[in-house]
């Protein structure tokens, strides 16, 4: 399989760690010269990859061709190029729709579009994709959980929940400083902290792992200090307040 990507910012970076470093690494990946410092970095950490001349060398030379430039010139640089009849391209630019992209790269392409996220570097996280496909599927399984939408509205809703992310690590940042104002040294915290929500994340993601509610119940013994904890949240609103934050950025992808 040769694998290529215009565009090689942050995304397009952790793609290629997570497939050059999986089970079955590709035959080659030819990257776009664009960023010149992180192209020739990977360069020179991969013998299969090469950085191409320009953006089309890399889509003449691949099978798959992710698209991974920035939102603000993502039209103009697929303006440019030129695809093979039945070529794979990935769009995985959050912004250009599918009906966008397929108005830039023409009837004759097989078009997809795909959410990374930069976890799956080391192999780990979602990546979210339309419409089902079964090379997709397995490369995608190689370095993480491949989750196929049925069209792009499931998809913009999948991707309203990586808006989350910051959240999630700033939640974790506050715990840690709480412990810390409680006089713990800081590297003892932090290693507390994220133990703890490592091994929690680590029981929802196996086989058999029951629903999250479940989990929440195992953990929620009545006059508890999860209990006590939940009670407040509850009053709160602070579960409440979540969905309508993702309503808001799911409006706003909608719009885009």
């Known amino acids: 399989m040769n694998i290529g990507f215009v565009g090689t910012g942050a995304i397009a970076e952790a793609v290629i760690h997570g497939l050059c470093t999986c089970a079955e690494p590709p035959q080659s990946v030819v990257v776009s010269p664009r960023s010149t410092e992180r192209s020739r970095r990977l360069a020179g950490l991969y013998g299969c990859l090469t950085v191409a001349d320009s953006n089309q060398a890399v889509a003449d030379r691949s099978d798959w061709t992710f698209i991974t430039v920035t939102p603000d010139i993502a039209g103009t640089v697929l303006e440019a190029l030129c695809f093979r009849p039945e070529q794979n391209v990935v769009n995985c630019v959050s912004t250009l729709t599918f009906d966008r992209a397929r108005a830039l790269v023409g009837p004759d392409v097989n078009l997809f579009k795909a959410v990374p996220l930069p976890p799956i570097a080391k192999g780990r996280g979602p990546v979210a994709y339309c419409p089902f496909n079964d090379g997709l599927e397995q490369m995608f399984g190689q370095i993480g959980t491949p989750v196929a939408a049925n069209d792009e509205a499931e998809l913009r809703a999948l991707a309203a929940v990586t808006s989350q992310i910051a959240a999630f690590h700033m939640y974790q940042a506050e715990v840690q400083n709480w412990l810390e104002r409680r006089n713990i040294p800081s590297d003892r915290a932090q ?28 953990a929620f013994t009545p006059g508890g200090l999860n209990a006590q904890a939940m009670s407040f949240l509850r009053q709160e609103d602070w579960f409440s307040r979540t969905a309508v934050s993702l309503d808001g950025i799911l409006t706003r992808l909608n719009e885009t």
């Open 191 to 218: 290693a507390y902290v994220s133990s703890m929500f490592y091994a929690l994340s680590s029981q929802s993601v196996a086989t058999d792992a029951p629903s999250f509610e479940d989990l929440g119940k195992e």
